[in-house]
Structure formats: structure tokens, C-alpha cells
């Protein structure tokens, strides 16, 4: 197979560009660098608006609800729009509440931050754990009285949680254990998450503890990206023509991937966590975008044509 | 491949008995079941000690040293010697010690229990982290001045650790991030550990994050059965005769393949974690223990002959 074209004119650009009508953009690593906002990607993102092409940012952080993000658009002076942002979050609440028609009377078991609570309460999902204080403490001997039959839970959703601990762990793990009717899923699996030029353990590696001890009995579902239900929580919500789409990220396993498996065309960017030899060789992964280009940024030079 | 035999009678018991010096015990679900002693099994370990058998102790159990060990097996009124003990915590501080040469000059950080850490003090070698309440607190935001870098860090040992946190997985994986001379060593991965009658996530469970996030990077050294690093260490203590030796277990995964693995012969015992229908099908295991008994508590008729 020939390697996916490197786009670097502004013929091509604009060819591909006009070929689209909704741009399904990943956040970190191609609109911004944590704090700092791509060079020329304000430009383009104006474009995009100008030429009336559909705006959605598709994310796999679990941390934040969609009114967290429009803040963080708006700190960086990004023009963006709540019901143009769909995180993982978000996904895992509709997925609960639209797909699996979660029961009203049944809780789901958090592990995760503010921001997952907060799309669950959009969408009326009853929920505990997550940051409640009484579960994010250490318990410092084996007493397995913290850990009783709860037949309201309904299910178990992991997120990124930065007070993950034993007990909450060992909640969960009882609470799929006991009942193979206690759903089980994640926000996204990713394995760390990239700040700062350097990463931590994410998402995936935090509930990486349950998927391990449940081996071989009780499989995850995985709401975030490169996942389908993503995507079918998108289309569901945007209507979009998935031919007439382009989807935009710096990670293969998951922006590039996620394009991929709903035939969706990709475009993968560098300055993220891809390098070049990922795609152009020796070695090159079996995930290969349809395009490729340094940054989003440069399809700015289309402004000034 | 026939299935392996179900010894149900004494001539059968006495026959592998009279064939084994050395005696390999994994305990939970052996000798005891949690804070009940097997039937027979007292009488058993005593026709050893009359019969002159050499008994080792093995167990994965990374919370414990000998010394504790010792304490439980006096609790428990079974006669026992801390030279006979080898659990996963002490297996590990000796791999350190003579097998990798831990320099003097550097510390290990541990995420584990107070019984590692001893077993780490009685070969000398200097750690941080474990029971250290500094580090088993929890960190309310994603604050990366938590995991600042330490060269004085030379490894990572992960075994049971009640008080796992965000806090110590950040630590420990920027530490392995940032310096690939920075050893890797997990005590064992066991998914779970029984109690009374149940499971809860393992050591392996607990590691997983670090695995996981650091998966296409950094492979873990693993300590545990089924490890032949376990079996190394024991020989090199114990020195004794493979083929003289039986490796007694209730657990396909770490006892048996870990006899498997030394060319030992194994004897499955009922009533742990494991069911007859794993070795006699309709789909048995592949891995096949030489022989199969009720339980060990069996051979005590051998004690009325």
C-alpha cells in the first residue's frame, strides 16, 4: 500500500478542505497544546466557520462535561459552542441513557471527576461514588466491610479519577463481580494522557486494575474513541454525512482509528504524540490516516487566497 | 493427552509420597482456607517432618514476611520455620539483592505493604515510598509537581498495596518514563486474592496501570509463581532436587504452570480456586497438573498405616 499522501500546498489544502462539510477535530495535540493554542488554527477554525462546514470537537478526556470545555474555549479564545463539543463524558451519559436506557431506580458507580458527574446529572442518571469524599480515603487494612452488596447499582463507569484507591476498587470490582447485570464501562481506554511535553497515566491504565481482575468473566465497553459508540452517539446527536467528513487528530490508535472504523476519511497531524516514522517507515503502523500534514495550522495560508 | 490421575487411594498417596524430598506448599487454599486449617493437613506436614521431607512454603502473597508468616502459621498451630517460608515479598528482596546487585547507593520505590518493606530492610536495601503516609494521601487536582524526577531511584517494586493512589502510580511511572535503567519489578500478577470465600483485586490488578501505560516500552520483570525467577530463588536457597520435588497447589495459573515451568511435578488440589472441570473437561486447561487430589489433607490416611 502506497503511504498516505503529506500534504504541504495550498492546492491540496484547499482540495481537501472543499471535499468536506463536517470536521470532527480532537483537542489536545491539534487545536492546543495544554495551555497554548496551535499557531494559525484560530484562522482556521474561522474559515471553517465562514464556509459553513460543521465544527465538532471530539474528545476522550472524561474529566470535563461540555459547559468545562466551553470555559476552557473561551480562556484560549477559541469561538466554540457547547453542542459543538462532545468529550467522552458526555458520550458515556448518552450511551447510558439513549442505548442501554439505563433505569431511572439503579445508580452507576463512579470512578471519576466533576466533570463525568455532571453529564450523568444532565441526563437524570442517578450516580455515587465518583468524587464523594467518603470513598476517596485510604483504607488502611483489609477490612472487606467496605465493600457490601448494593443492589442499587445498575452499573460501573470508569473515568480518569484522580482519587482512585483501593476502595473504590474494591466496590467496583464487588459490585461486577456479583452481577453479571451491573453493567460494565469506560469512559476511553487511553493509556496515558499528554501534558506539559510529558504524560501520565490515563483513563485506560486507571481502570486497567478492574479490566485485569475481571479477566475472562466480564468484558469492558468502551465509550471513547477509536470505539464505534462514539461515533454513534455523534451521528446520532449531528447527522452528519460520514463520506462528507473528515476527522482530525494526532494519535493513531485513537483519532486515526476512530476515522477508520466508521469510514471516515482521517487526517493526522504531527507536533502531537505521533512521529513521522509511525507512518512513513521502517516500520510503519497498520493504522494509516488517508492524509497527513505538519499541523491543522496550515491550511491557514487559505485565508489569504 | 490422557488426563492426569485423581489419587483417591493409599497406595496411590503412599506411592507419590515415597517419591518426593522436597515438598513445595502454596498455602491459601493448601493448608489453609483463610482462617481455617485444611482437614488432615496437620497430620500430613507432620508425616513430612517424621519422614524426613525437606517443606518449603510458596506463596505469591506479597503483604507478608517470613516473620509474619511464622506468626500465622503459630496462630494457626501448624509447625513451621521462617527458613521454610518463601512468600513473594521475600523472593523478590533476594532477586534484587543477589540477582540484580541493587546498588547500596539507591532506593527502590515500593508500592506495597509493611511485610515487603521488611523483607527489603533484611537484605539491606533502601526504599521509599510503601506505608509512607506522605504518599498515601490523595491529590485533589492533577498537580505534576507531585512527581517531581529522583535520581536516587534505581527501581520500582509493585506488590499489594492497600493504600494505591494517583499519587504513587504517578511516581512510580514517571519514574520508569523518564529513566530506562530504572529496574521494573513486579512481587506477582495474580488477578485477584481469595478471602472467606471470595475475591478482590490482586497484586497484578493493582500493577496493571503501570503495565498498561507503559505497554510497548517497558516489560515488568515478574517475581511470583508462576516465575521462573520465584524457582531460581528457592534452588538457590534450598538446593534441592527438581526431580525429587512436587509442587503442591489449588491454582492452574501461578502453582501448576509454575511446577510446569521447572520441569516439577504438580499435584492440583480440590477446593481452592480451581474446578474439576478445567482438568477433565468438557474444555480442560492447558495447563495440566501431573496429578490431581481432593485435597492434601487426603494423605493423612497414610498416617493410620
Known amino acids: 500500500m502506497a503511504p498516505p499522501p503529506f500534504l504541504t500546498s495550498p492546492e491540496q489544502y484547499k482540495e481537501l478542505f472543499d471535499s468536506v462539510d463536517t470536521f470532527l477535530l480532537d483537542c489536545d495535540g491539534v487545536i492546543y497544546h495544554g495551555p497554548v493554542v496551535v499557531e494559525g488554527v484560530k484562522t482556521v477554525l474561522q474559515l471553517m466557520r465562514d464556509a459553513g462546514k460543521k465544527i465538532i470537537f471530539v474528545t476522550n478526556n472524561a474529566t470535563k462535561s461540555r459547559k468545562m470545555y466551553k470555559t476552557t474555549f473561551d480562556k484560549l479564545g477559541i469561538e466554540a459552542y457547547e453542542e459543538e463539543i462532545f468529550g467522552s463524558a458526555y458520550a458515556s451519559a448518552v450511551y447510558m441513557s439513549r442505548i442501554l436506557n439505563f433505569p431511572k431506580d439503579k445508580r452507576v458507580y463512579v470512578l471519576g471527576e466533576k466533570g463525568l458527574e455532571d453529564e450523568l446529572d444532565a441526563v437524570g442518571i442517578q450516580r455515587c461514588g465518583g468524587t464523594d469524599p467518603e470513598d476517596r480515603v485510604f483504607i488502611p487494612s483489609m477490612d472487606f466491610s467496605h465493600f457490601p452488596a448494593d443492589p442499587t447499582i445498575g452499573a460501573v463507569l470508569c473515568g480518569f479519577d484522580s482519587g482512585i484507591n483501593y476502595k473504590k476498587l474494591g466496590k467496583a470490582y464487588s459490585y461486577l463481580r456479583d452481577d453479571p447485570n451491573v ?32 479477566q475472562g468473566k466480564r468484558e469492558p465497553t468502551v465509550i471513547g474513541k477509536p470505539n ?56 510503519p503502523s497498520d493504522i494509516r490516516p488517508t492524509f497527513v500534514v505538519e499541523s491543522l495550522g496550515d491550511f491557514a495560508v487559505l485565508a489569504k487566497n
Chains 1, 2 share one sequence.
Do not use: C, W
Open 228 to 283: 464505534k459508540h462514539m461515533m454513534d452517539a455523534i451521528i446520532a446527536e449531528h447527522h452528519f454525512d460520514p463520506k462528507r467528513a473528515l476527522m482530525v487528530g494526532d494519535n493513531l490508535l485513537t483519532d486515526i482509528a476512530f476515522g477508520l472504523g466508521s469510514d471516515v476519511r482521517t487526517l493526522l497531524v504531527m507536533g502531537g504524540v505521533t512521529h513521522k516514522d509511525q507512518v512513513y517507515g521502517p516500520e
Open 183 to 214: 453493567h460494565f464501562l469506560l469512559t476511553n481506554q487511553d493509556r496515558v494522557f499528554p501534558t506539559s511535553g510529558t504524560t501520565y497515566p490515563g483513563s485506560g491504565s486507571l481502570s486497567a486494575p478492574l479490566v485485569f481482575a475481571l
